[in-house]
């Protein structure tokens, strides 16, 4: 049966909600009152011990589903205690911005779980489990592939595939039954819109890496006063004979050989 393996928790998130914490931990002063950092702190040393915690390969992905979503419920519980301070406002823009990777990272690793864990025996029990982390892939690429490594991404697109190419020998056995039939579509359904999605978001990167990489050789050549040579200068003024491709005279050959 289908499943997407993810290999652990991105350096590159951990990266985000450090910087988040550590600018935090800065402008503590600046941004509450003395009385109220207590809670901050608290809050600040929960979230590292468990983000070292989820970085664990040991975890299951149901363990770091609940990881991320203790540290995600906790981040909000102070947004919300704070969301009509008008002096607290740095800190709401900074929880938006810690909670947007960690809810993503919360629901990947939900859709992971019900799809490579869980599993009862029971073929259409454990089928409609794994549609519905299919479903739930399917909703956080498409909201969230900006939070997302290349390197997980490709992981995610794999599952996806391998989810598509069901053997026929399985199409015929799933369709067997008219409700298996109809999880089957489903299936591929997301599986092909996860597919589209990350090869979207990953061919847009690679436009947007060539784009600035002319733009960069452009301005290079501007600053060193000089301009990029135009195209087609010489259009007209020499013809390709029709033996141009003709091999050497042999007198030349002879001469180039040393003959």
Known sequence: ???????????????????????????????????????????????????????????????????????????????????????????????????????????????????NEGRTGKYRADLERIVSGFFLLSEVVDVFVNFFSISELKQIDEGAKNAISISVRDVEEYFKDSLESNLVTQLRAYSSLIVLKIEEHIHSLKELEQSSKVNAETKSAKLSGKQLRPFGLCIGEFVVPDDFDAPLPEEILRVFEGK
């Open 1 to 115: 049966m289908n499943n997407i393996q993810m290999k652990g928790v991105n350096s590159s998130l951990s990266q985000v909600v450090l910087d988040d914490i550590h600018y935090l931990k800065q402008h503590l002063d600046d941004i509450l009152e003395n009385s109220d950092q207590t809670l901050i702190k608290n809050l600040i040393e929960e979230t590292e011990l468990l983000l070292e915690q989820a970085e664990s390969s040991s975890q299951s992905y149901q363990e770091q589903y609940n990881t991320f979503n203790q540290i995600t419920n906790s981040w909000f519980d102070v947004w919300k205690q704070y969301k009509n301070s008008p002096e607290a406002i740095d800190l709401l823009r900074l929880i938006d911005h810690l909670t947007n990777f960690l809810t993503a990272y919360t629901y990947l690793f939900l859709g992971l779980s019900r799809i």
